[in-house]
């Protein structure tokens, strides 16, 4: 299974005071030298936290991993990524007032307009996978617009506040997973991933890449970068290794 470190709460620490550090260029590097299978960052459109500049000092730097580009999909995020040309492209919904992402993308709700926005990114060369919540219309409607992918939603399953929800939630995901695969789809997931909920998940054998950022960041504190990403990778591949 891979492992996609999600930067921006890097930036998010450095945004706070409006300077230079911490870099998250360098926590890129450190992260892809921690065993990281992949850098994910997202470039807002209100731009809390990563900044242009850091697309393309990203883009410049992270050769032997690739990059991962979350965005809203609007046109000035779209111009963005053809000139940058990450290896992916992950779609997801965007409100301003949000603390971070809420819930997954409307595929079924915009997938006419999803159609021509996927083929021009896969045009240029960028494959597109779609966040979307563990819903089999979802899935269906990501398939039509011309997915490569998608990246099913964990927060539900992250913050369920009982044992029963939980398993709840774990089998909705277990369930899309299995769907999405058989049909033809890579199968990704991510948010709200931790330390202590995050091999039940991993240990979902149609999931190939889980995308975590805020717990390795906030960790990272105590223990620094390089083992807050070296232990979420341990963690991953101790379930996967058992199976």
Known sequence: MKLGVNIDHIATIREARK????DPVKGALIA????????TFHLREDRRHIQD?????????????????????????????????????????EKREEITTEGGLDVSGMEEYLKSFVKELKDNGIDVALFIDPEENQIDASLRAGADAIELHTGEYANATS????????????KAARYAKEKGLKVFAGHGLTYTNVQPVAAIEEIEELNIGHSIIANSVFMGLDEAVRKMKKLIMEVRNSE
């Open 53 to 93: 500049e850091d697309v393309i000092r990203l883009r410049c730097t992270i050769k032997r991993i690739p990059l991962n580009m979350e965005m809203a999909p609007t046109e000035e995020m779209k111009n963005i990524a053809i000139d940058i040309k990450p290896e992916r492209v992950t779609l997801v919904p």
């Open 19 to 22: 300077t230079y550090e911490p």
């Open 32 to 39: 892809q030298d921690a065993g990281a299978d992949q850098i």
């Open 163 to 174: 044992e029963n929800q939980q398993k709840k939630e774990l089998e909705r995901l277990k």
